[in-house]
């Protein structure tokens, strides 16, 4: 990668515009601190996947997964819900937040039904678009083209194109560049370490942007679709969306690094860092979150008769951790009074904890299982 060439900037009329070599072709790789990150990270993720293996009902928590990802990933884009708000119902959210809250609460349909999706259609421009359909239908986006490349020119940073930071490639060239990226998903012929080959292709992707709003969104939502369509993690378990936003100079700056100075290197080492990281934090999260099991059914045992019906509300917590009566009714079958009754016991046993502070209309958090996601190590 010594010699590696970005792109080059092309005059269209009053401004120019970046065209990205394209990157189906043959890679080697020279840099042993390179190729030591590199180690690092299979290895941290093949633990990571090797750890959620041996987690009982790894499935619950993966909803989790996808509410903090949405919030982190959206929240690099200026969007403000946090993930108890993403958590909640829209008519629990204040008027002036609603406009964000559904950004995220898209974030986490489109995520869900993309991975749905991999078990039928590959990693292709056809599934990129169709994530975009969701992510940007009914939302501030929604007059912007969803589920379709643009067909005019856009830009980065700036109140015009004539101050922007950065104006993607030429909206004609976008099929082209987008089937180049395509081919080198599915090549067979080029052989490029998986880990970065996505790194490559979130660049790629970033700097063809080829959507007129959500790209950020859509590019990061990719490398976890990309990983388990490879097999490399048998679960979507790790997103780098958090890791991004607490380094968003940086990961905007190593972006436009490779841009004007052609070094993907500083980019590729950022990436690792990244997925080394993510996948550490990612095993200290399950361990927290089995430790709290424990400690739930601990408490749970002191119940008796009702534990039974106390585990059932709990399995379900762990997918979605708010409830109110209603819900806990559906989910436990018990009558009104015994649910009450319940929610009244976990409470005292500070299992669930109530944040509405009214008499009608109690909403309970399972707080210590959010706790866990809103930390950071």
């Known amino acids: ?27 080697s790789i020279e840099n042993m601190e390179l190729l030591s990150l590199l180690s690092q990270a299979d290895r941290h993720l093949g633990r990571l996947d090797m750890y959620s293996e041996n987690i009982p009902n790894v499935d ?43 950004e995220v609460q898209n974030y986490i349909k489109a995520l869900n039904e993309a991975i749905n999706k991999l078990e039928d259609l590959p990693f292709s421009s056809r599934l990129i678009k169709q994530t975009h359909r969701i992510l940007l239908s009914g939302v501030r986006g929604k007059h912007k083209s969803p589920g379709e490349f643009r067909t005019s020119q856009n830009w980065i940073g700036g109140a015009t194109i004539m101050d922007a930071t950065f104006i993607p490639p030429i909206h004609s060239t976008i099929d082209e560049y987008m089937s180049d990226l395509e081919e080198f998903v599915h090549s067979e012929e080029i052989y490029f370490p998986e880990l970065l080959k996505i790194a490559l292709i979130h660049y790629q992707f970033e700097t063809i942007h080829p959507f007129l709003d959500g790209n950020g969104r859509v590019g990061r939502l990719m490398i976890t679709l990309y ?16 890791f991004f936003e607490r380094n968003r100079t940086l990961y905007y700056d190593n972006l436009m690094r490779v841009r004007e100075k052609n070094d993907i290197t500083q980019w590729f080492k950022f990436f690792l860092v990244g997925i080394i990281e993510t996948a550490k934090n990612g095993i200290s999260t399950f361990d927290k979150i089995l430790k709290l099991q424990q400690d739930v059914e601990n408490r749970i045992q002191t119940l008796g008769s009702r534990s ?10 762990y997918q979605h951790p708010i409830i109110d009566a209603q819900k806990a009714k559906e989910v436990t079958g018990l009558s009104a009074p015994s649910v009450y009754k319940l929610l009244v016991e976990l409470e005292k046993l500070k299992i669930i904890h109530e944040v509405t502070g009214s008499k009608r209309g109690k909403i309970y958090f399972f707080r ?10």
Do not use: C
């Open 1 to 27: 990668m010594k010699h590696f060439i970005a792109g080059r900037y092309i005059k269209q009329g009053t401004y120019k515009s970046f065209q990205p070599e394209k990157i189906n072709r043959a890679w």
């Open 60 to 102: 619950l928590f993966i909803s989790m997964h996808v509410v903090k990802e949405a919030t982190q990933s959206s929240k690099i884009e200026g969007t403000k819900t946090n993930i108890e708000e993403a958590l909640l119902d829209k008519k629990n959210i204040a008027e002036e937040k609603r406009d964000d809250w559904e």
């Open 227 to 242: 990983l388990v369509e490879k097999g490399i993690l048998k679960k979507p378990i790790l997103y780098l969306s958090d």
């Open 308 to 317: 039974s019906s106390a585990n059932i509300l709990i399995k379900d917590l």
């Open 368 to 377: 210590d299982y959010v706790n866990i996601f809103n930390r950071e190590d």
